[in-house]
């Protein structure tokens, strides 16, 4: 078998996520400060979660579940994984013109099919104009995607995790020259999302290249692998289609309240850390891995490379989960609160952030669950549990949005996911061995979650003898970078002492070749 690094692909995976996504807060600081929560971000978010939606929906959800697992174990046996490739890259391209083409003149009937509560006010026309202008940005992400489901497939994850980089590092140059010029903030952000598009296009085409996968999309071609392939992916479509639907109830329970669009979409920013570098990164690895050992029958290798991704999933969110519920105002307040973004609007975002991160665990197990599904070419039973899930977060959110307002979308979602990761957990069960945890990770869990909750009750000893720091100018950051150590610390010292893991085991196994 050709092998996968596996530590060392979450590893790298990982770092370009945190690299992402601490210059994602970046450019959250900035559009909270230049633009601030109100009519012009809510429209911007609506707007941008458009491209972002059916990019989910057909390249990184539904594409690639079917894509890489075929592509995977046909590169294995060395089959003619280039043909593959090719003929699903001419007929993802045909798809994205036409659906591009549609968007741009059904824009209106878009932004209010997925943002009732901005019509008739000035948030709709808004959204309108940023939509036709953000809209294109689906095409090159998403043949970007497909080209990342090959590099990932055969063992190069660092350029693909890396291209996502450029859309922050464009957006904050973008802004920051919008207000050195003493120019909008929003007219120049809203322009460079296409073209980081071609930017991110354009890295991952240059490396898979050196790669010797040169693709070149062509004319559609209906192929038997053609056929298998959207098979796959049509209930895998669905289910993604299912979570943005879910991201789209959210969206329109807070379109009906003031401000509530873009405390929610802030909210999302922070828990999307931990989630982007833990689960996502996981995921990303884990589902080609799975692939190729099932193809070479190696059911030992992939329990143990299961079970080794859920451990460490879980050792690095856990944590995570534990401090956005403890300290989740500090981190809002240092983070986001500056120019427009007022106390009031931070107080707000922090409820949020505490609601997300209960659900965090949740969100990361489903990135460690569904190549278990995936890699067998089985997506009716995630789209089945997604389904299910859609309609609990629906009932949630309508339910109890006249009885606790706004904040009922974060509610509905953390239920949801715990939700889906059950249904997730029995449907696997039929798998056999190597759909089942190993006797490690259970022996460690529960001391994983003993070292977070010491941690926990650091930090919020941390939190009141730094609070008078926490709120002050300029020495506030001094006072979470302090806060943030203490929780570091104390989780190593704890998790040490409880066996939770091991500093040198966790080197060793990222220097081991499988």
């Not at 929560?37 to 079917?66: K, Q, S």
């Not at 989960?321 to 981190?331: E, M, Q, S």
């Not at 949005?401 to 889906?420: D, E, F, H, K, L």
Request: glycine residues 8%; proline residues 5%.
């Amino acid at each position: 078998m050709k092998p996968i690094k596996l530590i060392a692909g979450v590893m790298t995976v990982g770092f370009w996520t945190l690299m992402s996504r601490i210059l994602g807060f970046a450019r959250e600081i900035l559009i909270l400060g230049l633009i601030g929560p109100g009519p012009v971000m809510d429209a911007f978010v609506a707007a941008f979660r458009l491209p972002n939606m059916f990019r989910r929906f057909f390249a990184e959800g539904a594409f690639n579940a079917a894509f890489v697992p075929m592509f995977s174990k046909k590169y294995e046996g060395d089959e003619d994984h280039l043909k593959f490739a090719r003929d699903a890259m001419s007929g993802l391209a045909f798809v994205l013109i036409i659906l591009t083409a549609l968007a741009m003149i059904f824009m209106p009937a878009l932004v209010y099919a997925t943002a009732e509560g901005l019509a008739g006010d000035e948030r709709f026309d808004l959204a309108v104009g940023y939509g036709r202008v953000v809209f294109p940005y689906i095409f090159f992400i998403s043949l970007a995607a497909l080209l990342s489901g090959v590099l990932n497939s055969i063992g190069r994850f660092a350029a693909a995790a890396a291209a996502p980089v450029f859309l922050n590092i464009l957006s904050i140059l973008a802004m920051v020259a919008a207000y050195v010029l003493g120019q909008e903030a929003i007219i120049w952000l809203i322009w460079t999302v296409p073209v980081a598009g071609v930017v991110q296009l354009a890295i991952v085409w240059v490396a898979a290249d050196r790669a010797g996968i040169r693709l070149i999309p062509g004319r559609p071609r209906w192929t038997p692998d053609m056929k298998l392939m959207i098979v796959t992916a049509v209930p895998a479509a669905l289910a993604g289609g299912v979570m943005q639907i879910n991201l789209l109830v959210g969206q329109w329970v807070a379109s009906d309240f003031d401000k509530a669009i873009s405390w929610l979409y802030s909210a999302d920013r922070l828990y999307q850390l931990p989630l982007g570098v833990v689960g996502i990164a996981v995921g990303i690895v884990l589902l080609p891995d799975l692939s190729r050992r099932l193809k070479a029958q190696d059911d030992a290798g992939g329990r143990e490379a299961f079970s080794r991704a859920g451990e460490l999933s879980l050792a690095l969110t856990i944590p995570s989960a534990v401090a956005l519920v403890v300290i989740p105002l500090p981190l809002v307040s240092v983070l986001f609160e500056r120019g427009l973004t007022s106390r009031e609007d931070s107080e707000a975002i922090a409820v949020a952030v505490a609601i997300y991160g209960l659900g965090l665990p949740s969100f990361v197990l489903q990135k460690v669950l569904q190549p278990l599904f995936f890699a067998r070419h089985d997506t009716k039973s995630p789209f089945r549990y997604a389904a299910w899930a859609m309609v609990i977060n629906a009932v949630l959110a309508f339910g109890l949005a006249p009885i606790i307002g706004w904040i009922a979308p974060a509610i509905a979602t953390t239920v949801a996911g715990w939700v889906m990761v059950a249904m997730l957990a029995l449907g696997a069960r039929g798998m056999g061995e190597v759909a089942k945890f190993d006797p490690r990770f259970y022996a460690r869990i529960w001391r994983i979650c003993l070292a977070a909750f010491i941690m926990g009750g650091a930090l919020w000893a941390g939190f009141l003898v730094l609070t008078p720091w926490l709120f002050a100018d300029y020495i506030r950051y001094a006072a979470l970078l302090t806060l943030i150590a203490v929780g570091a610390i104390s989780y190593g010292i704890a998790g040490q002492m409880l066996g939770a893991f091991s500093m040198a085991e966790l080197k060793g196994i990222v220097r081991r070749r499988k």
